[in-house]
């Protein structure tokens, strides 16, 4: 079992940044993938970014690709999400997510996560 606390989110303006932060606990964190989701108001959950176990391999959807960086610290059990170039269009909740993914297929990549954290509001002001 891994238990998954987020951090890190808030209020900001649009163009600047925030890092949100995924504390795990419970089984071993190093040898299962990571991940972020978001939720806007009156839409569905999407996957936002992925890192894999060991950290080499990533995912971001399009609309972040360039403004987000996804890593983790396995040593600490730590996940961050980096945003940066923040848009009025991210204002979500944002949820750490983890699973076990046994290689780095889009179909493996988005699906299912077996834990979720309670998530973190994001909000960008325009």
């Known amino acids: 079992q891994v238990q998954l606390v987020e951090s890190g989110g808030g209020l900001v303006q649009a163009g600047g940044s925030l890092t949100l932060s995924c504390a795990a606990s419970?089984?071993?964190?190093?040898?299962?993938?990571t991940g972020w989701f978001r939720q806007a108001p009156g839409k569905e959950r999407e996957l936002v970014a992925a890192?894999?176990?060991?950290?080499?391999?990533?995912y971001y959807i399009e609309s972040v690709k360039g403004r987000f960086t996804i890593s983790r610290d396995n040593a600490k059990n730590m996940g961050y999400l980096q945003m940066n170039s923040l848009k009025p269009e991210d204002t979500a909740v944002y949820y750490c997510?983890?699973?076990?993914?046994?290689?780095?297929?889009?179909?493996?990549?988005?699906?299912?996560?077996?834990?979720w954290g309670q998530g973190t509001q994001v909000t960008v002001s325009s």
């Open positions: 890192i894999s176990w060991a950290g080499t391999n990533t």
């Open positions: 419970g089984r071993s964190f190093s040898r299962i993938a």
């Open positions: 997510v983890a699973g076990t993914k046994l290689d780095w297929t889009i179909e493996t990549i988005t699906s299912p996560y077996q834990f």
